[in-house]
């Protein structure tokens, strides 16, 4: 995952926080929401303090330069006992612990008088400030502690792009209690992650890295399973980001588009319809919209004209212009076309099952960015009755 500096993670955090947990990160009852939030008021108030003890050193005479120098490294010890501990080669921390102190410090600093007699010196110092993409760089508990809340909430902004692009693929219905699911999932993640010391909780931010981990695995498998959504009424609902079949990996080279970034085919059971080969089954659009890239643009299942566009996956068919429009494949068990897909539109369109399909496939006809659509589409397939 992208590792990125503190200001700019937390800006993109707190973006989907709420607008009070901005003013005050207590206002959240999610606690790694808390935490991230306190981690970057804590890094600001470390930015203000190396302001502060350079400022404070500078306007001083050689000998009390001296002093302070040892006075802020008896401070950054007391700080780091007090905001940090190891437990099993991991570092916990609290950050709302740090902000505060680094608060009161920095305040204690600013009253610093000036000394008229003091030259002004260029003082390189670096208080907390570390590399974030290597926090193998960092000189003390704390600032490696930083490090590693800095990358995670990297991982946890992005955990939650994830979330809302999995929330997309399920019915409407469902989506609140996912979301609730998940918040249940961050309370388990602080109580394992996290201890209790004096009513403080200090967070180990490495094991939160790898439960988000493991938690986007399970959502980006979930995401790419078979949609198999058949209703009573033989409506089968289309995710917006459906890619219409598998072609990476060895499979449908024939008919490649780009990247894999979307979710797994609407695949309908051709047994289940009673739709052995050479039998007829009529697939028509029903309802829904797919906006596209953004929400830019609002279609059906016939999806818009792009002039200059490849074919169906962008291997040369006809009907490739159609962007986001629906597409269907006649495929075996193992995902692979038979025959060469085909556009559905608005339909009705009749088609004779071929030999070796097993099951009918559904996606959105489409060369990249299928994790940016919303949206959806139901699409009905029944048998045409008494036709061979």
Known sequence: ????????????????????????????????????????????????????????????????????????????????????????????????????????RTAVLQAVPYDSRAAPQSLGIHFFIVSYWNCSGAKSNYAAASCEGANTSADFYEHRQLLARFELTAPTDRQAALDARDAQWRRGVARACGVRRGGRLFIDFGCVDRAIAARDAVLSAAMRAPALNLRDNGVFAVRATAMPWVWHAGQNGDYPFGPPDGTGPTIISLARLGALPGRRIAIEYQSGVIAGRGGKLDTDANGFWKPGSGGIGYGGAPTGQRQSAAIC???????????????????????????????????????IGFDENTGGLNVSVTLVRGAD
């Not at 950054?76 to 102190?101: S, W």
């Not at 009705?348 to 060369?367: D, F, M, R, S």
């Open 1 to 104: 995952m992208m590792r990125h500096t503190l200001a700019a993670i937390f800006a993109l955090l707190l973006a989907s926080l709420p607008e009070a947990a901005h003013a005050a990160c207590t206002a959240t009852t999610d606690p790694l929401a808390n935490a991230f939030c306190e981690g970057e008021a804590a890094d600001a108030a470390a930015a203000d303090l190396a302001h502060a003890f350079k400022a404070a050193v500078q306007g001083l005479s050689p000998p009390a330069q001296a002093g302070l120098f040892h006075q802020q490294s008896q401070w950054k010890l007391q700080f780091n006992q007090t905001c940090t501990f190891r437990r099993r080669g991991a570092i916990l921390v609290d950050f709302r612990c740090a902000r505060e102190k680094i608060q009161r």
């Open 329 to 367: 494949g006649f495929a075996d068990a193992t995902g692979r076309l038979v025959i060469p897909p085909f556009l559905l539109g608005d339909g009705p369109t009749v088609k004779q099952v071929p030999a070796g399909a097993t099951q009918l496939q559904i996606g959105v006809n489409q060369e």
